[in-house]
DNA sequence: CCAGACGTTGTT
DNA sequence: GTCTGG
DNA sequence: CCAGACGTTGTT
DNA sequence: GTCTGG
């Protein structure tokens, strides 16, 4: 799963958007980012009408069909192995996908365990990465305001989450990977091929602050050491 | 046909 | 919107 | 993900 | 316990 997330160093994520052509981030989105959570907004990179943007979505998809934007059911994951059955993603599986930036997610010891810190967990060389991510846009019937949303896939737990012990982790895609993603016409199957775990080898993980994280503080205090 | 659901993780 | 269940 | 609320009538 | 909100 993948709950929380972070954006210490904003300059990642145009990078990544540099890569594929495009830059943006407004000014106000220029600060790191400590404890993101579902329903604020993530920064994203999608296709629209075949032009490549970066924009920030809401996270937690809501349906296009749904009738209120608060919706009885969590969709701020999707679990990837399910994508094309799911009513509120097989849609947004095959029309709106789009790479979520980030440079680290936090993910909670499963229970019963008694540690309830959080780990943080991120690449050692503490770059950015790319999330497999759905979007989709649900309108107010009453205001026509519309609103644009997006969901982290998931898929099972490398070894690094699973000793945490956590049984899943969002799906990161590698440079080829992202393109096949966002490729209007990779078929199915081979977009099912990307939705693995990303291997542990080049990823570190360390014990966040509880304190902070928990009670959503958004500040360095989420990741510097406890003591 | 219409009504109702549409989900995840983790736990059992 | 689209599928499932009754 | 976790934290926090969990309610009504009537009034501003 | 369960749902909503961030």
Redesign the pocket.
Known sequence: ?C??ATIIDPEGVEQIAVEFHKKFLPDDWKRPRYNI????ELPVLRVVDDALELTLLRW?LIP??AKEP?L????????GD?LAE????R?PFKNRRCLVLVDGFY??P????KD?R?RHIRFRDRRCFALAGLWDRWVDRATGIAVESCTIV?TDANELLASVP???MPVILDDAARRIWLDQTSDPARLASLLVPHSADDMEMLIANAEFV???IDDPRCVEPIG
């Open positions: 799963m709950g929380r959570r579902p329903t604020e937690g296009s069909w608060a009885k059911f969590p969709t701020f994951n999707a679990r399910t799911k009513p509120t993603y849609g993910e909670w499963k229970k019963p365990s309830r959080p998931t956590h049984d899943r928990n009670h959503a």
